[in-house]
């Protein structure tokens, strides 16, 4: 399995991954939304034998009240249901988490399943005194600081790209 950075002529299979790991189209279309709109995003794929088999996108969140905190929202991650439960999703988080290091980002967040990503270094985002925009469990809300301290004293709420309140 490679792990690279999505190319333009990956989309249409990047669209597809998306879409069968679902239930609705919803995220497949988030992730044209956000490539249109969102810069710097962060898009990866997995590659099995020449196929698309996985992707992963991170685009810019912020934070109330600190502008200049460099924070990426990671999501979605999806692989092909036929490929899942043989570590893509890990694999493509890492990675991920590894690339928004080398940007020097500060902090990482996501909405997800809190038994899957407390193992990549997640908690949830009440620890640091940060909320979501949206009301969701606080289990399913969770940050990383990718820099150590770089969340100390930082509350507020996070905000996404419009890209995906537009949705």
């Known amino acids: 399995m490679l792990i690279r950075a999505e190319e333009e002529s990956d989309q249409a299979a990047v669209y597809a991954v998306n879409a069968s790991a679902f239930e609705t189209p919803a995220e497949a ?11 710097p995003v962060v898009s990866l794929v997995a590659e099995d ?22 924070v990426m ?44 990503y407390p193992r990549f270094g997640f ?10 925009q949206y009301q969701v469990p606080e289990e399913v809300f969770m940050a990383m600081e990718l820099q150590p301290g770089a969340l100390s004293g930082k509350h507020g709420t996070i905000k996404y790209h419009a890209a995906v309140s537009n949705m």
Do not use: T, W
Not at 29 to 39: H, N, P
Not at 53 to 59: A, C, E, L, Q, T
Not at 77 to 92: D, Y
């Open 29 to 39: 279309q988030l992730v044209d939304a956000l490539r249109e709109q969102a810069q």
């Open 49 to 70: 034998n020449g196929k698309v088999v996985g992707h992963i996108m991170f685009s810019p969140v912020s934070l109330s009240g600190h502008p200049d905190l460099r």
């Open 73 to 116: 929202g990671l999501g979605p991650l999806a692989v092909a249901p036929e490929h899942q439960r043989n570590g893509v999703g890990s694999a493509l988080v890492g990675a991920g988490l590894d690339q928004c290091r080398h940007l020097g980002l500060a902090a990482i967040i996501v909405l997800g399943h809190p038994g899957y």
């Open 123 to 132: 908690s949830p985002s009440s620890r640091f005194g940060i909320d979501s």
